[in-house]
């Protein structure tokens, strides 16, 4: 190739900021409002104990994020897509399969609202109903932006709300810093009683969200083209192309190269979501431990305030509302892609929104704790997680499917020490919970 071919060739390749993008909006789920609960009280109820449970969830995260997003690269489908199409001929497998899942979309959308309207309320002493209903329109405004202007401005956008997040949720750790001793304490894997093994399915449940799962495959989807054979390029190279979006451009690119930036964007996003999530646990121990009323959200603000000030605790609330109005849009897409792909059905924005809004709202309206709703919304998740994560460890080491991206046998047993982790924990907390242990 000479100077000026090379020159124009590396003119029209995308940087790699630009590929960046699908894994930080999957990462919104790792800052829901449901992780400030679970996090919040685990800190502020058992101190350093279950900082493990939030490290090792990073870690299977980072993992699973990249099978999914690994999946809707190579085969331009979602996960819900291919296990669609899989089921096709089995409808009431699917159909159950469907059930679970938008029951966890369902519990996930619990968590959002309720989250934003808690913000809401602590910021501007909005009514829990009504914070509810602005967190619901503002999620469909969100959506809206997706649908009508693409993938990436949809993406500056949640990484605008990510950097809100991350200011709110961490400057408290940098103002009050826990003692490294006590970090490195939590560090090793043990729990003490029936409330810690719930708060860390809680954590867990919050930091491996099944709807993430289904989503980052569907905005990789989105976000690159389904892959192609392009004019020009050997088969037998065995890198398949795919087309990425750069602002003003559509560039060929090998599945090899979109593969590997993926790894980056999920480990940048898991860096940041691990970060602000062990930061809230951290906030917690540190200055909430032993302090009454401190596993609720809204005494937690308040004694956020009276330990380290109104600025802090200001800052704390604005990233809940960040955190609520951003995952409540990213778990919505979740929700219609899950329908789609397993039914292909779609169903209007404005009423899939509205139904999906309404037991989020009753919560609020009987006015059951909404702490206590948030973490218990978590442990639902953590049922759900096995059903999104068997068939992707699956699916992705299949060699019919992926081919030559099919998972290494290393990465296939990582994912099922991860199921087998995780279903284990759940039923621990079943036999706990019913045997009164």
């Not at 502020?44 to 939030?54: A, E, M, Y």
Request: net charge positive; charged share 10%.
């Amino acid at each position: 190739m000479n100077t000026a071919t090379h020159a124009r060739s590396m003119a029209t390749t995308p940087r790699a900021i630009w590929l960046i993008g699908p894994a930080l909006v999957a990462g919104i789920a790792y800052l829901d409002p449901g992780n400030v609960g679970s996090n919040m009280t685990a800190g502020s109820t058992h101190g350093f104990l279950l900082v493990w449970v939030v490290i090792l969830g990073n870690a299977m995260a980072w993992l699973i994020q990249y099978l999914s997003a690994k999946l809707g690269i190579v085969t331009g489908q979602s996960l819900p897509e291919v296990l669609g199409g899989r089921l096709h001929r089995r409808p009431w497998l699917r159909r159950s399969y469907w059930l679970q899942a938008e029951l966890v979309a369902m519990a996930t959308d619990i968590a959002e609202v309720i989250g934003g309207a808690v913000a809401l309320h602590l910021l501007f002493g909005m009514p829990l109903v009504w914070g509810g209903v602005t967190a619901g329109v503002a999620s469909i405004l969100l959506l809206f932006v997706q649908s009508r202007y693409g993938a990436r401005l949809f993406e500056v956008i949640i990484i605008g709300l990510i950097v809100i997040i991350a200011v709110g949720f961490t400057v408290g750790v940098f103002i009050a810093p826990p003692s490294l001793g006590s970090v490195l304490g939590g560090l090793v894997p043990r729990v003490t009683d029936t409330s810690s093994v719930l708060l860390a399915a809680s954590i867990l449940g919050a930091t491996i969200m099944p709807h993430a799962i289904y989503a980052h495959s569907a905005l990789s989807r989105d976000r690159f083209a389904p892959p192609t054979t392009a004019k020009g390029v050997d088969a037998s190279s065995g890198l398949t192309p795919g087309i990425a979006h750069e602002p003003g451009t559509a560039t060929i690119l090998s599945t090899e190269r979109l593969v590997r930036i993926t790894r980056i964007d999920v480990a940048v996003a898991m860096a940041i979501a691990g970060s602000v999530n062990l930061a809230l646990l951290l906030l917690a121990a540190t200055t909430l431990s032993a302090v009454p009323g401190t596993d609720e959200l809204e005494g937690a603000y308040r004694a956020i305030g009276a330990v380290l000030g109104p600025v802090v605790a200001t800052l704390f609330a604005v990233g809940l509302l960040a955190s609520g109005l951003a995952s409540t849009a990213v778990g919505a897409y979740a929700g219609a892609e899950i329908m789609q792909g397993l039914l292909r059905i779609r169903v209007p924005l404005l009423l899939r929104r509205t139904v999906t809004l309404l037991p989020a709202l009753g919560i609020l309206g009987v006015g059951l704790d909404p702490t206590q709703a948030l973490v218990l919304s978590q442990v639902v998740l953590s049922f759900g997680i096995p059903f999104a994560l068997v068939p992707l460890v699956a699916l992705t080491a299949n060699r019919a499917l992926l081919g030559q991206w099919r998972n290494t046998a290393l990465t296939t047993a990582a994912g099922i020490v991860a199921s087998v982790f995780i279903t284990g924990l759940n039923t621990v907390l079943l036999w706990l919970v019913f045997t009164g242990g």
